[in-house]
């Protein structure tokens, strides 16, 4: 039987969207991959009039300061909000305490411009295959690239026995012209397929929304997990993980589901129907849905 769908807000400002603070994933919430959406810097100012507070949790599979000055970039001033995690921060951090079974020497998967995740620890890149100890897996060579692509690599790294090092648990992106692009976590999916071992890094898993209300605490001392509101757009990572902490969860509709929903615009109000079809069919439900993040009131 299909679940009743969650009710449906055009903006933040709904009542029962209320809370002390709020967890934001970046892409599909204040971004579309190439610039911010346009309601998006004035609801976080919104927030900061109220003294709210904001952290962003990102599967950017790079350190904090490269998003800020990114976001930055396009419209979303660091002033907006209190503090900024990713993914990338989490795998650099486990990395510098030392991973089990782990050498010094990783064969690296990702973009150019990502390359120096673990800059000024005591690890190096491999030259190749043969003499890598683990592999740092922040996606694919080329944006675009899918999966597949890498089979026969990963294959050789099975036969290795190489540990992988998965630093963005996303399987997918949505780009801003509605194509999908596959991202480290599918990569690190068909390693496991192959008989490789993972450890992953980010949303949905739990470490990452404990480092989450442990940085909140530091500004909202009695902070407990039912007083934050999490908004994302990935009913299998963003929501499915804060719900696993006790956060609340507002799913905005128009990111990675987009298409799931029949949504043509940014904005666009989805039907219940098929919001109750796509929760029904992931067997994730959130607590309220999102039209976007935005303020109108």
């Not at 009743?4 to 209320?18: E, K, Q, R, V």
């Not at 009913?235 to 799931?260: E, N, P, S, W």
Request: with cysteine.
């Amino acid at each position: 039987m299909r679940d009743a769908p969650p009710p449906i807000y055009d903006s933040l400002d709904a009542p029962n969207l209320a809370a002390e603070a709020y967890v934001l994933d970046v892409w599909g919430v204040l971004w579309d991959g190439i610039q911010a959406y346009p309601e998006a810097a004035a609801c976080l100012l919104e927030l900061r009039r109220q003294n709210k507070r904001v952290l962003l949790l990102s599967n950017a599979p790079r350190r904090s300061h490269h998003v800020i000055f990114g976001l930055a970039n396009i419209g979303i001033a660091s002033h907006l909000f209190d503090g900024i995690l990713t993914s990338g921060d989490l795998c650099r951090e486990a990395c510098a305490a030392g991973v089990d079974g782990v050498g010094s020497a990783y064969h690296y998967l990702g973009l150019e411009k990502d390359r120096g995740l673990l800059d000024g620890l005591p690890y190096r890149e491999a030259p190749g295959l043969h003499a890598a100890d683990f592999i740092l897996n922040l996606g694919t060579r080329r944006l675009g690239e899918g999966a597949e692509r890498y089979r026969d690599e990963l294959v050789q790294a099975c036969e290795h026995g190489l540990l992988m090092l998965c630093a963005n648990p996303d399987r997918i992106i949505v780009r801003s012209d509605g194509t999908a692009v596959d991202c480290a976590g599918a990569l690190a999916d068909l390693y496991a397929k192959l008989g490789g071992a993972v450890q992953s890094f980010g949303k949905p898993l739990r470490p990452t929304y404990d480092a989450c209300l442990a940085q909140m605490r530091t500004w909202l001392p009695e902070l407990v997990p039912s007083e934050v509101l999490a908004i994302g757009d990935s009913l299998a990572t963003d929501i499915k993980g804060a719900q696993a902490a006790g956060f609340r969860t507002a799913l905005v509709a128009g990111g990675i589901h987009g298409r799931d929903l029949g949504l043509l615009d940014h904005g666009e109000r989805p039907q219940p129907h098929q919001v109750a079809a796509l929760t029904t069919r992931v067997g994730v439900r959130p607590d309220t849905v999102l039209s976007a993040f935005r303020w109108n009131a």
